[in-house]
Structures are given as structure tokens and as C-alpha cells.
């Protein structure tokens, strides 16, 4: 029966980056395979679901390709083309339209089924069917509708129509922004919220949908597509949407359904692929050489949780030769050797990343995988007994694991064997900026020689988030480090008499839950009972008073403070309201065991208690004086809050000369990166329009190459040499700060050809940019790293009017100012 | 902190300013020259060379201002001392020449220097006082937000004078073309204009015309005879007459009162606009004096010294 049936060695799944990479080593060395390939063309994924012209980018830059076939950077048409030529150089034997039903028998004689009826005997299958799977339908009446699609070639093809769009996720919210530009668009929500999506194309799409260019339908079930009359008058069809408000009749020249792809979990489950639980988005179980927990089957690429065409290559030509019988190291084996090599009694790669593994036990969890993606990013560093590895108010850029040695945590810059407070050996640094945007409180010294392996956020980030385990550990970290801070920040470090180790707070922290919530909310309300107070983790809590009727803002508590704190000190019902001024995330702390803690420690015990009697005398102090609540109220509501160093005009004494533009152009290229006059005001003062460096930077969230990291001092930096122009930064950005510039260099200047014979240009004149080809970057405020003087906006204002800091010294200042005039 | 520059560093160039032209008033007073005081003696000379030496650190300002790299010092602080020495220049000049005045190039750079000196007095005063009259003038609101409402009103204004009848959207119309933000000031001409045009357009309706002496309320004409009137005020309330007037007969009471809302509305916005550009002026004016005045004082600085030294 079996003798009119194809036989190969190796039979591939799927032709995309990682199937066609796999099949083309398979040629090169001569072994006999076969590519089934579903539909009629290769790398359906990127051949019928990309947009015309998108180009397709290379990432990881470092990493090196590994594959028979070719593959560069360039527009989706010309990978295509590369690939449709290696083909055919290689011979790689492919069949399109096989569309695969099952796999019955074992390693060495497995029996493919397609579709057709066909069947294909083959030693090892290797799976690369990547994770678009079928798209969803709606299944309505009328879906059949040539006017229905489920995807956009090129948006800018089509114009003055008329388009429905349903879905709320990327696709739909790409889509739909990139077709409103010549179209009317309306948009169709099942929910009533775009959180799905990244956060830049909900904020972008919201934003359409505030300023009217695009309407939306929350809460919308298409129920019925009905033809419209066919002339060339009215509509193509009428798409009925069923609403909250009842039946929308909708009328359209084109829908396009966007509403996701479905799993394939079931087509998975079906060949006896393993997963490693019942969650639809989890990825096959994968052992050494790509096998699954059915022998013999290979799961590569996206299917396999590596979405990045290179390295899904890398893949496909690794898998041919683990097949092959030679074990081969992975791609990126140079680059993490690289890194590593430098460790002291360096043996091998394998060694020592499964030391990594062993000893620190916030890495246990974490895949080969993931950890080489880790390690590659990574460097080491080296310090001696004594060096001081962070000062107070530094702000991380990277996190650091402790291989070797331990550090403390000390009021002094230098190392005293007597230090009194202890950082616990938690194996980690940066994690509180890293997760909270938090500066260090003290001195962080080497007690020994240690070995750092130092990480770039953005890796860092991406991976320590993704496995649940980690997650967890690096929480309870991160709370007990915020805690343990806020406690010895009660009172200068060096009036602290007892011997405090931030081992001390670790029940403490592991009794603590956390709470996110909206802005707006109320955390809890006057007087009611208190039993816990709060850590603000992100976001900002504003604490107010009912007074006369009114509700006044007192404080404004920033990342890193706690707050109802008082009530449990003098066990009273509460004071004050608490409410969220924007989405925060907070640690809930257990009223008794916090005084049971604290009670351990008298001078913080006392400080704590002191510092709620000052709490109190100045409420009682600000009630007094309406107007200062006034300013607090203005500083909650223009969200100054969220800066960590911001830009405040006092207009009472700004001239107008506009030196801070200038100034701000001189030294920026040719640009200033402020604007005076826009911004909210607020009696005299005025929150120009420039960056204010914010705790949870809007502009950092969605970065490709990682060029936006903060520094040292807290200022969010945009890298111009890595920086690629895309634009999310600027579109991620609440306060409209960050722009698109292609700068023309600047103009050498002379004063004095300027002033005595008008030639040349004027200082602080902004240039102007004419070839509209020109590679356009993301520029803000870099508040002037540069310049050993500080801001050139502040530097050089004559009068002082222009000021930058952060929003609770600016605060203060005001308040000082407004004192200083009513007493003059 | 609050008041800018003149009390920067606990008043820092102040006393310095102070001690160096108390100095010299002691020096003035306890030195006996030969001859009567004057620029030849040795404290003449001393004094002439730190006044010099003053008046060119001072014309340095316009460079410094402009150097926005890596600045020791801020411009707050040299303006400061920049206020603070020009006026000790004062006394410190005047006691160089000794009381002596003449027709000659040494007294014009003198005067030269004093003209300086005085325009930025002026400068001084309308840094520390115009800032917060322009935020009071502003209060809450800002010249683009006046200017858009602008914008707004002519329009919703001239559509609701469209639904009226033809010679109110004429008046309209009039008042859009004659009332904008750069023509802000008016004269007797422009009010005297206006009721030509009013009168105008009344005489077409011939009824209305018989009744609009007697239907013009008289607080209007009270308020019109009242001299205390601005004539910002006086254009305003005759253009609300002749609205009244054209459409007295012919309109509900709310839609005039609308149509009158928008008028004061639009009056006060440009008196602010006006007032605003006025006090940016008063911030700008000043340096067109002082800039110059200092570059003709310096030159004539180098006139005295080489005439001095040459003769």
C-alpha cells in the first residue's frame, strides 16, 4: 500500500522564515526532504499579511545569520524575492497547497495526511506553522460580501470611502489610523476599551477618536451585512451593529474584520505536542534540538516563541543539523561567550551559564533561551572592596546581579566594617528603578571584590517579566527595598541608632498585597476605619481634606512615599481622603504588623511619629492659607506630578525675551526643545511645553532599538545615533514634548559679524529643515547633560522667571515666592 | 527669589555696588588735589580708570547674553551686577570729572553715559512691574486663546446677524472689517465714522428711523454724554446703539441681547489684546534706546581717553 507514498528523511511544515531556512540546509547538505507549504506561495505570514512595501527589519542587529538562505534588510518585496531565487539555487524541493491534516506513527516512519487525500512518509517532521493559524471570521449573514476583508494591502490606494473596521486590537487601530487619512473611518469595539492593544496605538486611536477623525462604536456586535442598492450613489453595503443603544445600521463602502487569528492549539493538541499548561497563548514544551514531547517532532519559529525572522532562521538551519546527529551550539554562542569569558576561571559557556542558574535563585527559572538573550545583552563589571557602586539620588540605567561578593547599603561613601544598615543580599540592583522609577536612598558600597553583571533595561525588563516566577520574586524584592527605603528615610541616615538590615521588613513585605487602580478612584474616604497604610508604587495618590464643602488637595504622594500612615500611628479613623490622580499602582501594608516592625527600631519609631505631627501642623498651617492649596490643586490637575524634573515659567517676572528658547536652540542643534508660550497656567505660574522627565516615561513604553533610557541623574534620554525615527516616542508622549526633526547642521555663528555687520545668523535661531528625505530623529529635553552648568533654558534667564526641578521643590518655591510678595 | 534680579544673593551687587561708590565718595572727599577736582589728579584718574574699566564690563552684557555655553555664572546674576555697577557708574563717573562740565567731547560721553544709565532705569522699572500686569491683564487666559475667541465670535456674530435682516449683518460686517487685533486703538474718527454708517443704514429704513430716537434707551444717551467716557467705551455703546436701532422692531429680545453680548465681548477681548501688546512693547522699547545709546557711550568712552592722553 505504502509503495506509491513519498519517502524523505525530514519532512518541513510551513515555508516561512524558519520552515524555509530549514528546508534550504536540508538541500545544501543533500538530504532528502520535502517543504508543505498550505497555500500557493511562500511565507503566507508575510507574503499576504504584511502591508505592501512594509519593511522588515533585522532584528537582532549583533546577532549573526545562520542559514543556506539569504536574508537582509529591505522592504517585504525584496525578502520575498531573495528567498523565491534561493529556491530555486538550491533546489529545495517544495509543494504547495499541502495543507496538513494529521501525523499518524512514529519517529523514523511518520505519516503525514494533507488535505488532499495525499500521504508523505517521512523520518522527522519539523514544525514551523508560525502563530497567524486561520484568521477569525464573524460568521454573520452576509459575511460573504466581496466588499469584506480581513486585511489592507495599501492604505493609501484607497480615498474618499467610506470603511468599517472591526476589531480592537493593533491590526484594526493600525489600520483604521492609517486609512482615515483619506477616509472616513468608523470603528467597531466589542468592548469598551482599546486596553488590548500597545499602548501607543490605544493612545493613538483614542486620540482620533477624541479630535473626531474617526468614530467609534463601543460595546458593537456586527449582526448583519446587507448589499446596498449597487449604483454608484449610495453605499455598498449596510453593516448592522448591535448596541447598547440599540441597532446601528451603519452604511459602508468596505469592512474589513480584524478581529484576531484563531489558536491552533487544537491542530497542536491533535499531533501530541506537549504544552506546558492549558493557557491558549503558551508555546509548545521544547527540549534540546528544537524536539517536542513527541519524538522525532520538531517545533521551530514563532510556533517555538521566537517571532523575529533571524533568529527563526537560525532555527531552521540548527534543527536540520541537531537532526543531522551534530550538536551544534546556537547562533549567538560567540556573543555569549564574548560576555562571559571575562569572568574570572572562565571554563565554558555551558558551565558557567548553568552556574548562573544555580547560584542565583532569582535566575532559576529562567529558559536557556531567554537567559543566552540575557547574558548577550549583558557585560561584566568589576569592582573592588571599597568602591562606591551608586550615591544617593542616582538613578539605575541597567540592572545589576551580583555574581560574586555583596554589597551594603551605608549614609557614608566609604566602607565601614560597622555600617549599621544592610542591604539585603538580594542579588539584584536597580530593580526599584527599574520597576518604580525610584532613585537610590543611600550609598551602595562593595564589602568585597565583586563581579556585576550589568543589563540594559529594556532586556532586562522583557525578560524578567516573562516568566511568572521571576515576576514574583523580583515583586517581593522590590517591596521589601521600597519599604526598607521609606522606613530609613524617615530620619537621616546617620541619626539612625540601631542596627537595621532590610532582612527585617522581609515579613513585612511578604504580608503586603498590591492594588492598581484607576485615575480618580478613591483609596479610601474620611473617616473611615484605618488598618493599613499604602506605598505608592507608580503613579500619584493626592491627599485631600473636605474643608467648607470643598474638597482641597494637602499633599501629593510620589512613588516611593507612603501615606496613611498617621492613622495607624495614632490609631485614629482617617483623616483625610485618599484618591489616585492617575492610574497608580500601590502596596497595601498591614496597619499592626507595620508598628510591630517599626517597634523594633525607637529612633525610627520616634521619627515616624514626628514627622505625623509635622504632617499634621502643616495641614493646619495650609488650610489657613487658601491660595497655597490653590497652587496644589493646579499641580494636581496639570499632572506636573508625573515629572521628575520639570520646567516652570514664574510669569510674574518673565520678560518675554524668549533667551530660554534660544538659548535652548544654541546649544541644541539648532532647535529648541521648549516652547514658552504653550503649556497650562496657573495665577503666574506656567508649565512651559518642554520634558518633564517623567517617574513612568510615556515615551519609553514602546521603542524599538531601545534608544530612550534614563540617566543617571533621572533625565530621559533619547539616543540620536540609535534612535531609527519612528515616531512612537512622540506619539506615546501625554505632554506633546518629543518631535521629529531632520535637522540641517547648524550654521557656525559669530557675534560679532552678527552684531556689527548683521551677516550670518542670529543667535539661538532655529534652523530650518528643507529636504523632507531627510532621516528625522526624536528629539526633547536632555536637560543639557552636556553642559557642566545645568539647563541653558534656566542658565540663561535674566531674570530667574525660568526655573526646573522637581514638582515638590517647585512647589515649595512657590509657595516661598507667594509668602515673600504678600510680605513685601 | 521673587523680585528677579534685584535681590539676587542677598542683595550681593547691591553692596558691592554700594561700598565701591561709598569708597569713592570718601576718597572724593578726603583727597586734596592741586587745583580743584578733576579728571587730571590721581584720583581723577583712578576713579576715570574704573569707571572705564566698569562701562566696557557692562557693554559686555550683549555678548555674555548671548553665549549659552557651559555659563558659569547665570544671566540672572550678571544682570544683577549689571543693574547694580551701571548705577554706581553714577557717582563714580561724576566724581571722576569733579563737578566739571564743558562743551567738549568729555562731557558729551558723559551725557551719553547718563542717557544710558537712565534708559535702564526705565528698563529696570518695566521689568519689575510689567510681568504681573500682563498676567493680571491675561488672568486665566492667553493672547492665542483671545485671538481663536476672536475669530469665533466675528463668525457665530455674523450668523446670527445674517438671520436677522440684511443692514445688521451690513453693521456686522462693518464692524469685522474696522475692529481687529492690530487696529485695537480707535479715535473720534473711526466713532464718528461708525454713526455715518449707522445713520446710513438707518436713513434705508425710513420707519425704524422715526422711531429711534424715542426707542434708544436713555441710560445710552446718558452714558454717551458722560465725559469720563473712553472711547474704547464710546465706540462700543454706539455700536450697540445702532444694533438696537436696526433691530428694535424686528427681533426677539434675547437674540439683540446675544448679538450685544458679542459686541462687549469682542471690545474687551481686543482691549486686552491691545493692552497686551502694549505692555510687550514697554518691555522691548526701552532696549532700542539703551543698546544704542551704550555703543555711542562706549565710542565716545574711546573719544575721551585718546583725546586725554593725546592733548
Not at chain 1, 411 to 436: E, H, K, V
Amino acid at each position: 500500500m505504502l509503495s506509491n507514498v513519498e519517502k524523505y528523511k525530514v519532512a518541513i511544515i510551513g515555508s516561512g522564515p524558519a520552515g524555509l531556512s530549514a528546508a534550504g540546509r536540508a538541500a545544501e547538505l543533500g538530504v532528502s526532504h520535502i517543504l508543505l507549504e498550505g497555500t500557493g506561495e511562500i511565507s503566507n505570514t508575510i507574503n499576504f499579511w504584511y502591508q505592501k512595501g512594509k519593511h522588515v527589519m533585522n532584528e537582532p542587529e549583533q546577532m549573526p545569520l545562520r542559514s543556506s538562505v539569504g536574508f537582509k534588510e529591505g522592504t517585504r518585496e525584496e525578502v520575498l524575492e531573495e528567498w523565491q531565487d534561493d529556491i530555486t539555487k538550491l533546489k529545495i524541493n517544495i509543494k504547495f497547497n499541502a495543507t496538513l491534516k494529521s501525523i499518524e506513527g512514529d519517529v523514523g516512519a511518520f505519516l503525514i495526511k494533507l488535505s488532499s487525500g495525499e500521504e508523505i512518509q517521512a523520518a522527522t517532521v519539523v514544525l514551523a506553522i508560525g502563530t497567524m493559524g486561520n484568521i477569525r471570521k464573524l460568521g454573520i449573514p452576509g459575511e460573504e460580501n466581496p466588499i469584506v476583508n480581513y486585511k489592507l494591502d495599501d492604505a493609501s490606494l484607497i480615498k474618499n470611502k467610506h470603511i468599517t473596521l472591526i476589531g480592537a486590537g493593533d491590526s484594526a487601530i493600525e489600520d483604521a489610523l492609517a486609512l482615515s487619512k483619506q477616509n472616513k473611518v468608523t470603528i467597531i469595539n466589542r468592548r469598551n476599551s482599546f486596553d488590548r492593544a500597545k499602548g501607543r496605538n490605544s493612545s493613538a486611536i483614542l486620540r482620533a477618536i477624541q479630535n473626531q477623525e474617526i468614530e467609534c462604536v463601543y460595546e458593537g456586535a456586527p449582526a448583519a451585512i446587507n448589499a446596498g442598492l449597487g449604483d454608484e450613489l449610495s453605499f455598498a453595503a449596510e453593516l448592522v451593529v448591535e448596541s447598547p443603544v440599540g441597532n446601528v445600521s451603519i452604511l459602508t463602502d468596505k469592512i474589513i474584520i480584524r478581529a484576531g487569528a484563531m489558536p491552533q492549539r487544537r491542530l497542536l493538541d491533535s499531533l501530541g505536542v506537549g504544552f506546558p499548561n492549558q493557557d491558549e497563548t503558551a508555546f509548545p514544551l521544547i527540549g534540546e534540538g528544537y524536539q517536542s514531547t513527541r519524538a522525532g517532532l520538531y517545533v521551530v519559529g514563532a510556533l517555538a516563541g521566537c517571532p523575529l525572522i533571524k533568529e527563526a532562521m537560525n532555527q531552521g538551519y540548527e534543527v536540520i543539523e541537531f537532526i543531522e546527529g551534530r550538536h551544534i551550539d546556537p547562533a549567538d554562542q560567540e556573543l555569549v561567550q564574548k560576555v562571559l569569558s571575562d569572568l574570572p576561571g572562565f571554563t565554558s559557556v555551558k558551565e558557567e551559564l548553568e552556574k548562573i542558574r544555580a547560584n542565583l535563585g532569582l535566575m532559576s527559572d529562567v529558559s536557556m533561551l531567554n537567559l543566552r538573550e540575557f547574558i548577550r545583552a549583558s557585560t561584566i563589571k568589576f569592582f573592588k572592596k571599597g568602591d562606591v557602586l551608586c550615591k544617593p539620588g542616582d538613578y539605575a540605567n541597567a540592572v545589576s546581579l551580583v555574581l560574586s561578593g555583596s554589597v551594603w547599603l551605608s549614609n557614608r561613601s566609604y566602607y565601614d566594617a560597622n555600617a549599621d544598615i544592610t542591604l539585603a543580599p538580594d542579588q539584584l540592583l536597580g530593580a526599584q528603578s527599574l520597576f518604580g522609577g525610584l532613585a537610590w536612598s543611600g550609598y551602595v558600597i562593595a564589602t568585597e571584590d565583586i563581579v556585576l553583571l550589568e543589563t540594559p533595561f529594556g532586556t532586562a525588563q522583557k525578560i524578567l517579566s516573562s516568566t511568572e516566577s521571576i515576576k514574583e520574586k523580583i515583586n517581593h524584592l522590590f517591596t521589601r527595598r521600597v519599604i526598607f527605603s521609606a522606613v530609613i528615610s524617615t530620619l537621616p541616615l546617620n541619626e539612625i541608632q540601631e542596627t537595621i538590615d532590610e532582612m527585617d521588613f522581609d515579613d513585612l513585605a511578604s504580608s503586603t498585597s498590591t492594588q492598581k487602580m484607576k485615575a480618580g478612584q478613591v483609596i479610601y474616604e474620611e473617616n473611615s476605619n484605618a488598618d493599613c497604610l499604602y506605598l505608592v508604587r507608580t503613579g500619584t495618590v493626592a491627599i485631600s481634606r473636605n474643608i467648607g464643602g470643598k474638597n482641597q488637595v494637602e499633599h501629593l504622594i510620589s512613588p516611593g512615599q507612603w501615606f496613611g500612615v498617621d492613622e495607624i500611628l495614632m490609631n485614629s479613623r482617617r483623616l483625610s481622603e485618599a484618591s489616585t490622580t492617575r492610574t497608580t499602582e500601590l502596596i497595601k501594608i498591614d496597619g499592626a504588623l507595620f508598628r510591630a516592625t517599626i517597634v523594633q527600631f525607637p529612633s525610627i519609631e520616634k521619627a515616624t511619629e514626628n514627622h505625623t505631627r509635622d504632617m499634621l501642623l502643616d495641614a493646619h498651617k495650609r488650610n489657613a492659607d487658601n491660595r497655597s492649596s490653590q497652587v496644589m490643586g493646579f499641580f494636581h490637575n496639570s499632572n506636573i506630578v508625573d515629572g521628575t524634573n520639570v520646567l516652570i515659567i514664574d510669569e510674574s517676572i518673565c520678560v518675554g525675551c524668549d533667551n530660554c528658547e534660544k538659548a535652548c536652540a544654541e546649544t541644541h542643534g539648532g532647535v529648541s526643545r521648549l516652547n514658552r508660550k504653550e503649556g497650562d497656567s496657573f495665577a503666574s505660574i506656567h508649565i512651559a511645553s518642554a520634558c518633564r522627565h517623567c517617574y513612568e516615561p510615556g515615551c519609553m513604553t514602546d521603542c524599538p532599538p531601545d534608544a530612550i533610557s534614563r540617566n543617571g541623574d533621572g533625565s530621559i534620554l533619547i539616543n540620536a545615533d540609535t534612535c531609527i525615527g519612528c515616531g512612537n516616542c512622540v506619539t506615546n508622549c501625554p505632554f506633546e514634548v518629543v518631535k521629529l526633526v531632520a535637522a540641517e547642521p547648524q550654521q557656525p555663528f559669530s557675534l560679532f559679524s552678527w552684531l556689527a555687520f548683521g551677516k550670518g545668523r542670529a543667535p539661538g535661531q532655529e534652523v530650518g529643515h528643507h529636504d523632507p528625505k531627510a532621516k528625522k530623529v526624536a528629539v526633547k529635553c536632555d536637560l543639557c547633560v552636556n553642559q557642566s552648568s545645568g539647563p541653558a533654558c534656566v542658565q540663561s534667564c535674566p531674570t530667574g522667571a525660568a526655573v526646573r526641578g522637581s514638582p515638590i521643590n517647585l512647589l515649595n518655591l512657590f509657595e516661598r515666592r507667594s509668602e515673600d510678595r504678600r510680605g513685601s | 527669589m521673587n523680585r528677579s534680579f534685584i535681590n539676587k544673593d542677598n542683595f550681593r551687587y547691591l553692596k558691592a555696588a554700594g561700598i565701591l561708590s561709598g569708597l569713592s565718595i570718601i576718597l572724593y572727599v578726603l583727597h586734596q588735589p592741586v587745583g580743584p577736582p578733576s579728571g587730571a589728579s590721581w584720583l581723577g584718574y583712578t576713579l576715570g580708570t574704573v569707571a572705564a574699566l566698569i562701562m566696557v564690563w557692562l557693554a559686555w552684557f550683549g555678548v555674555r547674553k548671548r553665549r549659552y555655553q557651559n555659563t558659569k555664572l547665570s544671566l540672572n546674576t550678571w544682570l544683577s551686577a549689571h543693574v547694580y555697577l551701571g548705577l554706581s557708574l553714577l557717582v563714580i563717573a561724576t566724581l571722576h570729572c569733579g563737578f566739571q562740565f564743558d562743551a567738549n567731547v568729555h562731557t558729551v560721553a558723559y551725557i551719553l553715559m547718563v542717557f544710558t544709565i537712565v534708559s535702564g532705569i526705565f528698563g529696570v522699572y518695566y521689568y519689575l512691574t510689567v510681568p504681573a500686569l500682563l498676567v493680571k491683564n491675561m488672568k486665566g487666559t492667553n493672547p492665542e486663546s483671545l485671538r481663536q475667541r476672536l475669530r469665533d465670535i466675528d463668525m457665530v456674530a455674523l450668523s446670527l446677524a445674517h438671520e436677522i435682516d440684511s443692514q445688521v449683518h451690513e453693521v456686522i460686517l462693518y464692524s469685522i472689517d474696522h475692529r481687529y487685533e492690530s487696529k485695537a486703538r480707535i479715535t473720534m474718527k473711526d466713532v464718528r465714522k461708525l454713526r455715518s454708517v449707522g445713520a446710513q443704514l438707518l436713513s434705508i429704513r425710513e420707519v425704524s428711523k422715526a422711531r429711534s430716537s424715542e426707542k434708544t434707551p436713555k441710560t445710552f444717551k446718558k452714558k454717551l454724554m458722560e465725559s469720563a467716557l473712553s472711547i474704547n467705551e464710546l465706540y462700543r455703546l454706539e455700536l450697540s446703539k445702532i444694533l438696537i436701532d436696526l433691530s428694535f422692531d424686528r427681533l426677539s429680545g434675547d437674540k439683540l441681547n446675544n448679538l450685544l453680548d458679542f459686541v462687549n465681548e469682542k471690545e474687551n477681548c481686543l482691549l486686552k489684546l491691545n493692552l497686551d501688546s502694549r505692555y510687550k512693547n514697554q518691555l522691548k522699547t526701552w532696549l532700542l534706546f539703551h543698546v544704542p545709546l551704550s555703543l555711542a557711550a562706549i565710542i565716545s568712552l574711546v573719544i575721551h581717553i585718546v583725546t586725554v592722553f593725546y592733548y
